[in-house]
């Protein structure tokens, strides 16, 4: 059973920092390229930062510079470390697991945690 665990989410003021946590289980992690995507209320989920099996990251424009995602495979955990943050960061921050496997997609995603920012 395939399991992602995300944590770290809260509240904080416009500028403050959070690191969010994603912790799997059930996959082979070091196999599979992690991401971290966002969806805010009446908003579509949005790509937010991604890391590949080889460590490569790609970054959304908007959190370039402040996002930074990274990945512990040893612990199966990925992070985010969210520096300056502004209140439109404010959204359900979900982990996803992807790769291709003999032609199929597996594609697996966290239940989401709920970060805030306001003063």
């Known amino acids: 059973q395939v399991q992602l665990v995300e944590s770290g989410g809260g509240l904080v003021q416009p500028g403050g920092s959070l690191r969010l946590s994603c912790a799997a289980s059930?996959?082979?992690?070091?196999?599979?390229?992690m991401g971290w995507y966002r969806q805010a209320p009446g908003n579509q989920r949005e790509l937010v930062a991604t890391?590949?099996?080889?460590?490569?990251?790609t970054y959304a424009d908007s959190v370039k510079g402040r996002f930074t995602i990274s990945r512990d495979n040893a612990n199966n955990t990925v992070y985010l470390q969210m520096n300056g943050l502004k209140p439109e960061d404010t959204a359900i921050y979900y982990c996803?697991?992807?790769?291709?496997?003999?032609?199929?997609?597996?594609?697996?995603w966290g239940q989401g945690t709920q970060v805030t920012v306001s003063s």
């Open positions: 059930g996959i082979i992690f070091s196999t599979y390229n």
């Open positions: 996803n697991a992807d790769k291709i496997l003999r032609g199929a997609r597996l594609h697996y």
């Open positions: 890391i590949t099996r080889g460590d490569s990251t």
